[in-house]
């Protein structure tokens, strides 16, 4: 009888200790979102190999979370490293970091409203990153791309000879700038980075920009003149849907999650 009595003594200690330091709980709980979130974009055929997803440490504005470099579908918490907003990595210990990991932390540093960030190579986007049209907002989910997709030209910051990779400060920054206030930039003959409040939106969003971009390519090859949303549909739709985020993030993060 003691036995049960003392580990009810201590869960009770235990909840007791937990209940006031509750925002320490947070930083585990966002790693799991971060790590799901790798597995969901993967699943999703956001990214594949390549590509990556970061998250704004709760407890520190000024770090962020982003794996060692790797596939996305194979990362676990262990492979979740801290860097600064130069991104420095803070916890290496021998483990390698994404060339591009410069694209997140410039974009942490220029949008304090940002909490996550996604780059990918996602097919459907690269057509729009090198021709004139622009990607629009095509249907209500992907109302957050609002009046148009701005889109980095690297060789304005550069010159003519990069090979494409976001890996210094100075084209992070570029890039954080030709993103300036919206949800989302196209990174031409590359790619395209998402930005959101948190990870599940930004994760949406990412997801939400290729079925945008396929739609929008379809329209087009119909001929005539496609209907995009207009700003104030724009803006009223991205309001509602905001709210609707969190029954995708349940159904993708159960889809990762099965075999
Ligand atoms: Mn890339």
Redesign the pocket.
């Known amino acids: 009888m003691d036995r049960p009595l003392f580990l009810l003594g201590v869960l009770a200690a235990s909840f007791a200790a937990a209940a006031p330091a509750r925002a320490a709980d947070a930083p585990v709980a966002t790693i799991d979102d971060l790590v799901a979130a790798n597995r969901i974009l993967a699943h999703e055929n956001v990214v594949d190999g ?2 990556h997803v970061s998250a704004r440490d709760p407890q520190n504005a000024n770090q962020y979370w982003l794996s060692r470099s790797m596939a996305p579908a194979l990362v676990t918490a262990a492979d979740i490293l801290t860097y600064d907003l130069d991104s420095n990595a803070l916890n290496a210990t021998g483990r390698t970091s994404f060339l ?1 990991r410069f ?1 997140h932390g410039a974009i942490y540093k220029a949008r304090p409203d940002v909490k996550a960030v996604v ?3 996602t097919p459907a986007v690269i057509p729009f990153g090198v021709s004139t049209v622009k990607l629009q907002p095509v249907f209500h989910l992907a109302s957050f791309i609002g009046a148009g997709a701005p889109v980095f030209e690297i060789r304005d910051a550069g010159g003519p000879a990069t090979d ?3 890996k210094t400060n100075p084209l992070g920054d570029a890039l954080a700038r030709t993103l300036g206030s919206a949800n989302i930039a196209l ?1 031409r003959g ?2 395209m980075v998402v930005v959101g409040t948190s990870i599940p939106e930004a994760v949406f969003r990412a997801y939400y920009t290729g079925q945008d971009a396929q739609l929008q390519s379809e329209a087009l090859r119909l001929g005539g003149r496609p209907t995009y949303l207009n700003a104030e549909e724009a803006s009223n739709a991205s309001q509602t849907v905001t709210g609707l985020i969190d029954r995708a993030w349940q159904l993708w993060k159960r889809a990762a999650a099965s075999p």
Do not use: D, Q, T, W
Request: negative net charge; hydrophobic residues 55%; without cysteine.
């Open positions: 390549f590509g591009e694209i780059h990918a190579h494409l990779l976001v990174m590359h790619g």
